[in-house]
């Protein structure tokens, strides 16, 4: 009953982090989507501020 019950809090923990890191790993693409949408609307002047050194950080480098 205790190791059912600390496999389902660790269960949970695992669900909680997997959920904190994927929207932390994700926030740069979103930010460039939203960038890739105001340039469509006209909007010239977006800076989508990602500062990561990978491809998505090149990416949106190229906005400048």
Known sequence: ?????FGVAILCAALIAS?????VLTAPVRR????????????FKIDPS???RDEIGELSRDFA
């Open 19 to 23: 959920i904190f890191f994927a929207r």
């Open 50 to 52: 990602v500062r990561s």
């Open 1 to 5: 009953d205790r190791s059912l019950l």
């Open 32 to 43: 460039l989507r939203a960038a890739t949408r105001a340039v469509a609307a006209g909007d």
